[in-house]
């Protein structure tokens, strides 16, 4: 009973280069979220899913691509790395907005861009 | 992880006592909200949540009080525990049944006393 799992933990990039961050969920939920977290300024959307196969953009999408191939999992990619994106990432998921729990996140990732 | 409560707002209380965190939302449309609690270096957790269409809602030492008139939302948090120390956020959904995005509040940390 995992939830939401997001790998890696931890990261540190230099400037200019790309990553991948994973996010997988077990509980079939059609809907997916990345956001990103700074000090004093709450939860912001970058990219979020309603399904296989689809995406759209969030509050902050600039810098970000995202895919999901498949209803598991919602991939978010920095192609070129900055140092603005140093930032806690965490994912997201839920069955629907309003039913009860709202969503469920993962742990969370921190990334450092040097 | 901490520095998520580096310039937020600041409830401190002591152990036993009753906390209150207040929240103003943003749309006078937004019909679903959510409280999460987050703890240093780990994802928001859901704590309850309340429709538009109730004004009270009680949960386990919790409860959410809605006021539509002035956008206000606020959690009361019943003989506070150190375990509660916390960044507290409030969402509210603003979109009806159209999407499912969550708007984020940027969170106030409660400091609980011994």
């Known amino acids: 009973n995992a939830g939401v799992t997001q790998t890696p933990k931890f990261r540190v990039l230099k400037t200019g280069q790309s990553m991948t961050l994973l996010c997988a969920q077990d509980m079939n939920h059609e809907y997916m979220y990345w956001y990103r977290q700074d000090p004093g300024m709450g939860l912001r959307l970058i990219h979020y899913?309603?399904?296989?196969?689809?995406?759209a953009k969030g509050e902050v999408p600039d810098g970000y691509n995202v895919s999901r191939l498949k209803k598991q999992n919602f991939l978010l990619g920095l192609e070129s790395a900055a140092p603005s994106q140093t930032s806690v990432y965490f994912c997201?998921?839920?069955?629907?907005?309003?039913?009860?729990?709202?969503?469920?996140f993962g742990s969370g990732t921190r990334l450092t861009v040097v | 992880g901490e520095s998520v409560g580096l310039h937020l707002p600041t409830l401190s209380v002591q152990e036993g006592d009753n906390s209150i965190i207040n929240c103003a939302y943003s749309n006078s449309a937004s019909d679903y909200f959510i409280w999460y609690k987050q703890e240093s270096g780990k994802g928001p957790q859901f704590i309850i949540d309340i429709r538009s269409n109730m004004d009270k809602r009680q949960g386990q030492r919790v409860t959410v009080l809605l006021n539509k008139t002035v956008k206000h939302l606020s959690l009361q948090i019943a003989a506070t525990q150190p375990g509660d120390s916390a960044v507290y956020f409030c969402a509210e959904n603003p979109y009806g049944g159209a999407t499912n995005k969550l708007i984020f509040g940027t969170g106030t940390l409660l400091a609980v006393q011994p």
């Open positions: 997201a998921s839920s069955p629907y907005i309003k039913g009860p729990y709202g969503y469920t």
């Open positions: 899913s309603v399904g296989e196969g689809t995406t």
